[in-house]
Each structure stands twice: as structure tokens, then as C-alpha cells.
């Protein structure tokens, strides 16, 4: 189960991270997920100490300003 947008699940001892986000309209999306798959493996694994191996982003909402 999603827990605010968020869930994590272990597989042979690494870290798989689902997330999922809200982008606005107009935006880069694969910089955005680029750059959010970047520091949350980098952030979880250092606060951990297990190797994350796959951080998964899903697009729920985008936003119309």
C-alpha cells in the first residue's frame, strides 16, 4: 500500500522506493524524475546504509497554473 505517496520494499537485501509525485504542466519531467531518483537514492542511502537499487517515480497528478 501507497503510504503519502510513498512505499518501500526490500529485495535481496536492497531497497526499492516507489514514489509518487505531481508535476505542473509545461515542465521538464525527465529532468525532474532524473534529478528526484538522483537524491533519494543518494539521501536514503546514506542515511541507511543499504544499497538502494531502484527508485521508481510515478507521474500521479499534473497541475494546470
Do not use: C, E, H, P
Amino acid at each position: 500500500t501507497w503510504d503519502k505517496g510513498v512505499r518501500f520494499r526490500k529485495s535481496n537485501g536492497q531497497l526499492v522506493i516507489d514514489l509518487q509525485s505531481s508535476v505542473t504542466y509545461g515542465r521538464n519531467i525527465s529532468a525532474i524524475v532524473k534529478s528526484i531518483n538522483k537524491n533519494v537514492t543518494y539521501s536514503v542511502g546514506a542515511a541507511s546504509g543499504l544499497r538502494v537499487a531502484k527508485v521508481n517515480v510515478y507521474i500521479a497528478d499534473m497541475k494546470v497554473q
